[in-house]
């Protein structure tokens, strides 16, 4: 067996999987609270005590490839897990990971995940303080598959959510549509198209922090699996009333339309990385949206749509003619994220 | 495509996902915290208040059967990570779970540990309140893995961790020692050792109730992979102290014994999913020693060794030779948990 894979006595809590913990987890992520090195963080709870609220979040990362343009499966459960505490007003805290590895997994990728984990966390203020490896036999998981979970503190007169959205309120996204999806699709599918589209994967909280002060803002969503379709789905669902966009309002690049029309994918049910889809009171549209231009992240935000009366997703096209938007029923971008 | 299977699309953020989340998790797990359908749970700060500590861990879990005497992979997967926040002292109170899910995985078979999981939580106190379900094609993994991230309050005063152990400090363990790991085994090399061996699998919460208001106590921990070795290694590593156990001493059945000696493997090795491994004064055991078998999850509680001057763990035969217990190299138990 060599040496620079990874092996199943990384994974039976002896000495191999202590040695893997102190030199890659320890030194990537330090910080007091990892340290201790007990089978779970304490967290005095006077780090939270500013706000009412806890945000807790969890996803779990299975995308394939594991490295892309734009990122990694590291930096994108950093990413995914803090954008799912950061949409809810939260600022992203606490982190815990859980890495599920197949045995032979090369250990410098691994030591390149970690380390754009540790750079991303860092970067957004973020501390990973708890943590569990796990190893599998060759073949009973591809590579590699990564859990986190979050801890976030909610600010105290905040109130975001789905119970907010009334008729009549502007549907807002803060950039570019379907890149992530466009860009992992291109890499897998071999599609041979030359194009410098990357992953859209960031961490939100640097774009909603300027978001927080501001009036006017219903509810928001980071659009990842499903896209922005799967999102205004759930308004529509949990709110009961309409969700209605313009084709010619959306922001979408024309490499990744023309991956979409290629495979004949709906973009937007493409997965974003690094995109919010917000509701917000129309009359404050023109303020949230300067808000939001003002940051890199938020650049190419747009206003794309508005909620009506009738219960359903649709799609206003060039010509004006309206058409429902449903959801897939099958799935055609699998380990997406 | 069969209908009673999971299929690419339950994963994909449309509607077979919904119709999964709703039918299976949210029934089974309903709470007000997980019922907003938020991406992550709100959590009032007000529950955390009496304390002064949170305490966070998660777990993934792999095991291979994932059905087993004594439970399932979703039963584990709520006993590990209370297991984990509670052995700091802490009431294991919100947990996430993430599933990653096979293709073709039945949905009975699914609905069935998810039930386990929403009963071992419910009879613990413990809610789910967020989560997440990943879909992955067929081989590219093994049926399903669960990780669970949880949170609880540290009662404000109590301070158990490695930094207590002192030299002199008793080793006690809860109960009979290996019986998951021989569950397990057992089971899955086909050793046709027939026995009512189960795995100890089991939410240690109610029994560190008894503790809590004692004197004496240093740390505690689960005994899981690795054993009551790896834990013993842990606590020597962390206090530079030596742990000295004594071979009579040691709760261990007869099957597990038997299962032991057949293959050749040492118990302390064995994981265990409901036991704990204790660092105490040496002037309470007695009182701790009598709290613990208070409780049908203490009742084979034991007094196995003392904490020495020495960095090193050894083992006290029957005639009082002295061997050094290490850890192993290889992993002669895959999946166990």
């Not at 490839?65 to 950093?78: Q, R, S, W």
């Not at 890495?99 to 250990?107: A, D, N, R, S």
């Not at 030359?194 to 961490?203: E, G, K, P």
């Not at 896209?227 to 969700?243: D, I, P, R, T, W």
Request: hydrophobic share 40%; charged share 20%; aromatic share 6%.
């Amino acid at each position: 067996m060599q040496d620079n894979v990874i092996r199943m006595a990384h994974g039976n809590g002896g000495i191999l999987m202590q040695k893997l913990i102190q030199t890659y987890f320890m030194e990537a992520f330090h910080n007091p609270f990892l340290a201790i090195a007990e089978d779970q963080a304490r967290l005095p709870l006077s780090y939270f005590q500013t706000g009412e609220k806890l945000a807790f979040s969890t996803d779990s990362f299975v995308i394939d490839p594991i490295f892309f343009p734009g990122g990694n499966i590291g930096k994108l459960a950093i990413c995914g897990t803090a954008n799912d505490i950061a949409v809810s007003g939260a600022i992203p805290q606490f982190f815990s990971c859980g890495f599920i590895l197949e045995e032979g997994f090369p250990l410098s990728d691994l030591e390149n995940i970690i380390q754009s984990m540790a750079d991303c966390a860092k970067q957004a203020g973020i501390q990973i303080v708890t943590g569990d490896t796990k190893v599998v036999p060759k073949g009973a998981a591809d590579k590699m598959f990564i859990n986190t979970s979050g801890i976030g503190v909610i600010p105290r007169g905040l109130n975001w959510g789905m119970d907010q959205i009334a008729v009549g309120d502007h549907i807002l996204v803060s950039g570019t549509l379907g890149d992530h999806g466009a860009t992992i699709l291109n890499l897998r599918e071999n599609l041979g198209i030359q194009t410098d589209l990357c992953s859209d994967c960031a961490v939100l909280s640097p774009l909603i922090e300027r978001l927080r002060p501001l009036a006017g803002i219903k509810t928001l969503r980071d659009a990842t699996r499903g896209g922005v379709n799967a999102v205004l789905h759930e308004f529509c669902f949990s709110s009961q009333k309409g969700m209605q966009i313009y084709q010619d309002k959306l922001p979408i690049r024309p490499e990744v339309r023309g991956i979409c029309e290629l495979l004949g994918l709906e973009p937007l049910n493409f997965a974003n990385e690094g995109k919010l889809v917000m509701i917000v009171s129309a009359d404050k549209t023109a303020e949230i949206l300067t808000a939001l231009r003002s940051h890199p992240l938020g650049k190419n935000a747009a206003h794309i749509g508005e909620v009506t009366a009738e219960s359903k997703v649709s799609l206003i096209g060039s010509f004006g003619q309206s058409r429902l938007l449903d959801l897939p029923t099958n799935e055609p971008l699998p380990r997406i994220c």
